[in-house]
């Protein structure tokens, strides 16, 4: 039949516009830029810092030819040599596929750059990003503060409460989003697999220097504070002590409420 709508487009064209293509270089180059992304291998007599691992820019993809598309992903080489290399002509109809390395800011953010980290994701970016570019040192007890931070208002976390060294680097930092990074000694595979000897939580550095907001779920905090709770910090948990006290209050069990958006983040850090 024939296919259409409002304004004459025809949907099943929108749908064919909507495959996985390497992002554009103009999409790219900014944002390698302010999280400090290598694209070079270090040189001769060059202190080994991120540079050593070099980001593979041809594995990145999006699904719109747009210049700031909503989201940037990452695809395995696998999946980019045995699928969507093969695929020339598009015959397959891939719904899905990859890792979302990085979202589209809302049009109000105070940010220079376009897009934010993924907490679920920060993991791949890590290696590849430059120390004190957007990455900031966190001791465990700083991080643990994270964890603790205020769910009820947008995941807000005094800045005075860290370190000296940390509210130094913090407070350096642009407005946009950064990498909180707490090293841990070497994991026992047997206990955590390949688990990383690096705790990571994504933050939104707002405009003010007052606060900072967690751009985390209570799932990943949740894995991060028994992580700390293992290395003997103090962990609060104030999803669970909400969620707690309300489901007392009712009677019941209570639903848990759902982490707070990017969008929401930055209003309360602005």
């Known amino acids: 039949g024939k296919g259409g709508g409002k ?5 099943a064209g929108s749908i064919a516009e909507e495959y996985y293509r ?3 270089s103009d999409t790219l180059a900014p944002l390698m830029e302010f999280y400090g ?12 810092s991120a540079a050593e691992k070099v980001f593979p820019v041809d594995q990145i993809y999006s699904r719109s030819s747009d210049e700031f598309p909503k989201s ?8 980019k040599e ?3 290399d093969l695929d020339a002509n598009r015959d397959l109809k891939i719904v899905s596929t990859g890792l979302k390395l990085f979202e589209k800011n809302s049009a109000n953010s105070v940010s220079s750059c376009r897009y934010r980290l993924v ?3 920060a993991a791949i970016l890590e290696p590849f990003m430059a ?14 503060k994270l964890v603790n931070r205020d769910a009820a208002h947008g995941g807000t976390v005094q800045v005075a409460g860290f370190a000296p060294e940390t509210q130094r680097e913090v407070l350096a930092l642009e407005p946009g989003a950064f990498l909180a990074v707490t090293p841990l000694a070497p994991l026992d595979p047997a206990l955590y697999g390949n688990s990383s000897a690096k705790l990571l939580v994504v933050v939104w550095r707002g405009r003010g220097d007052g606060a900072v907001n967690v751009m985390a779920s209570k799932e990943a905090l949740f894995v991060v504070g028994h992580r700390l709770k293992d290395l003997g910090v103090h962990v609060v948990f104030p999803d669970a002590q909400s969620q707690a006290a309300s489901s007392k209050e009712k009677g019941g069990d209570n639903q848990l409420e759902a982490a707070p958006s990017a969008g929401g983040a930055e209003e309360e850090a602005r």
């Open 7 to 11: 304004g004459g487009g025809s949907v």
């Open 72 to 79: 940037i992903t990452y695809l395995t080489r696998t999946v």
């Open 131 to 144: 120390d004190k570019k957007r990455k900031v040192a966190f001791a465990p007890e700083d991080l643990a």
């Open 37 to 48: 992304l290598a694209t070079t291998q270090a040189g001769p007599g060059q202190q080994a």
């Open 119 to 121: 907490q679920e994701t």
């Open 82 to 84: 045995k699928l969507i």
């Open 22 to 24: 390497p992002a554009r």
